[in-house]
């Protein structure tokens, strides 16, 4: 089993200004799984990092990956077909790249949650190997 990780936990947790961050700080080092970060979070946390926490908060996450601390995954070549069809299926919702390629992913090692902040887009995707997917950290406001 692992814990897949969006990009708000992993932002919230390394941002202590962050409102999310105690929440999200303790729920990765409470985990007694596998932290997989899947690739294309990569892009994005690194855009809001370097924003909010400059080229050291940078490094410092990539020297987590280096260290083992986070696995990355990256999508394998006949999910992209997945990841297409779940961006044309809630488009009206604006569901983007990242967000289809994390729930792929999710599906991928058929996981019954996920580890988010957007429950907007979370809580509409219907996956294929459970009727929905536990969103954590659990308590927060939809």
């Known amino acids: 089993m692992a814990l897949i990780l969006d990009t708000g936990p992993l932002l919230a947790a390394l941002d202590q200004r962050d409102a999310y961050h105690h929440v999200c700080r303790t729920l990765l080092a409470t985990s007694t799984e596998s932290l997989v970060v899947p690739s294309p979070v990569l892009t994005e946390l690194d855009y809001w ?6 080229t050291t908060a940078q490094v410092a996450f990539v020297d987590e990956i280096i260290s083992g601390t986070y ?8 999910e992209y077909v997945r990841v297409r069809e779940l961006m044309a299926r809630y488009a009206d919702s604006d569901i983007g ?3 289809a390629a994390v729930f792929t ?5 058929r996981e019954p949650k996920l580890a988010t ?7 509409l995707l ?3 190997h459970v009727e929905s997917l536990r969103l954590l950290p659990e308590g927060l406001l939809p």
């Open 49 to 54: 990092l370097g924003r909010y926490g400059g």
């Open 71 to 78: 696995i990355v995954l990256n999508l394998e070549p006949e």
């Open 97 to 99: 790249f990242v967000d």
């Open 105 to 109: 992913i999710v599906e991928r090692l």
């Open 117 to 123: 902040l957007d429950r907007r887009h979370f809580g």
């Open 126 to 128: 219907r996956p294929r």
